[in-house]
């Protein structure tokens, strides 16, 4: 079964420093990577995705993500973080049984301090 | 253009009722999907509808079920609620059913069941 994990409950950075939030995957057959990210009491955001093609993906707000499959992760970076960026991020899988059904991880909490 | 809508935003049952959500997606989406979100974890998969058709079931009990109308609107209904039942429900809409889809969610349905 596909699954990811999200290693790190809480994730703390300074504003303007750069910012890592760590994935890893497992999958049979090629993965289908996903970012997202939740704020307080609203649904999910996608960011970005990873299908096919270039390890590095950009997204939205000035995020990106690096595919590594020797080490099987996704992990989502900004190079400089903002305050505003502070909310719980999911990393997810696309299910191998067909149609666009996702695999989440448990969340990061991603705390940017002024 | 609007987003997903979900109603209602907030839903307080007892043990025992049952509950009916409702989600209307991004106009010209045919794929609905639907999630449960417990506090303190990620997102996990109900059900999934395209074009009418049930697309996907995760691993939920038979008091779960859902349904998608000709508008492309969906219901998912909740029987027997129990304490566990309480969480975000989440409804997401794509285009198409493939893989490549991102998934689109609205703010979701907040049911507390006492």
């Known amino acids: 079964a596909q699954s990811v994990a999200q290693p790190e409950d809480q994730v703390n950075v300074a504003e303007g420093n750069p910012l890592t939030v760590k994935c890893t995957y497992s999958?049979?057959?090629?993965?289908?990577l996903f970012w997202y990210v939740q704020y307080p009491n609203r649904g999910l955001q996608f960011l970005l995705k990873?299908?096919?093609?270039?390890?590095l993906v950009k997204g939205s707000y000035g995020f990106e993500a690096e595919f590594n499959k020797s080490q099987t992760s996704f992990h989502l970076k900004k190079p400089s973080a903002l305050v505003s960026d502070s909310a719980l991020y999911f990393c997810a899988v696309r299910d191998g049984g067909g149609g666009n059904k996702l695999v989440f991880g448990a969340g990061t909490i991603l705390r940017v301090k002024s | 253009d609007a987003g997903v809508t979900q109603s209602p935003t907030h839903l307080i049952k007892t043990r025992g009722q049952h509950v009916t959500l409702r989600c209307s997606p991004i106009?010209?989406?045919?794929?609905v999907s639907w999630y449960q979100q417990v506090l303190g974890q990620g997102p996990q998969f109900i059900f999934q509808y395209y074009e009418k058709e049930e697309r996907g079931r995760g691993n939920f009990p038979d008091r779960f079920s859902a349904r998608q109308f000709p508008n492309y609107s969906s219901e998912l209904n909740v029987n027997a609620l129990l304490l566990g039942d309480s969480a975000l429900y989440l409804c997401a809409s794509s285009p198409e059913a493939s893989h490549n889809s991102p998934l689109h969610f609205g703010n979701g349905t907040r049911l507390t069941v006492t």
């Open positions: 990873y299908i096919t093609g270039d390890n």
């Open positions: 106009s010209g989406h045919k794929s």
């Open positions: 999958v049979s057959g090629n993965p289908y």
